[in-house]
């Protein structure tokens, strides 16, 4: 998880299954992004929060309440989840479609808006956000660039 | 005892994993050099346990982008092995077998496309066959699957699937020497810890 404000830019790299989640308060231009790799955290110690939707999520949520976010003006923008394999049987092919559902139902219920999501298919996508206005932009390999 | 993760492997388990790499890309370069009709040799690899970034900064950073055949391991053991396929791969392979090279991974064509599938299957079940003969396990590998994308997605499919467990994965890398020339080998296994203990138990390194 990164965060930034002041007109700093946020980026991660080549989301395949993964999902790359932008959160952003408005009023104090507040941004964060999580690249979480799998929906739900079952880790026994519970060390890596932010790999995973629900701890990196509601982690994320907090650590920027304590920048002075104001959490109900918080909103998210989400890509990824894509499916990198046609692999047939198994859990492997799918984890792209769990990690985007662990999110949608994380971010409702912590009654977070989502503004913008570019999910599924099978491409993988760099996703790059700016603490400024609260857009950002995903490159793909062999796709034109997207605006969010 | 059993590990929990890879970070738990003794010196003595580590240097078995890469006695296995060693057989297993000896036994990859041999069934190479019977696809392409030409001598290929391997430099001595290298395995190594790597943590997901320093495997991704160790085939040429995220974005950068690769092919990638993937089989999944079944049987007696559960995993994954994935076979990075870069640009100066593809063209030793095609150039040899096609007679034609690619300047760009967006020409690649349904016939290159399953040269290169039945090439990373080759080099993906003379390396598990090495690995079974050695443990004496029967392993079954899935049809394999294939992709062109960022290195940082592809590498994430064996991690994610068994991320829950470790952040860690079983890297090979050596060097196919052909014509003179040297390009890279990059293999990488990943196997559940279940499976990761058994394999260690049937190789009989591990402490009881």
Redesign the interface.
Known sequence: MKMAGDGEKLITYALGSCIGICLYEPQRKLAALIHIMLPLNMETGRKNAYKYADTGIRTTLREMEMKGACRAAINAKIAGGARMFEVSGGSLGNIGQRNSESVHQILRMEKIRLLWEDVGGTIARTMEFDSATGNGTIRSYGHPEVKF | MDIKNYEDLSGLEIDTLKEIGSIGTGNAATALSQLIGKEVRITLPEVRIMGYNEAIEWIGG??A?TA?V?S?LGGEING?MLSVQQMDFINLVLSNVLGRSVTD??QLQEMQISTLVEVGNIMISTFINALSGLADISIKL??P??????????L??P???Y??QS?YIMTIGGNFICDNRQVPCRLLLSPDIRSLNFLLRKLGVMDE
């Not at chain 2, 699957?145 to 592809?154: K, L, S, T, Y």
Request: charged residues 10%.
């Open positions: 995220p974005e982008i990638g993937l999944q994954i991974f967006i899935t049809v699957a294939f992709a062109v994308d960022m290195q940082g997605a592809i994430t499919v991690m994610a699937a991320g829950g952040d």
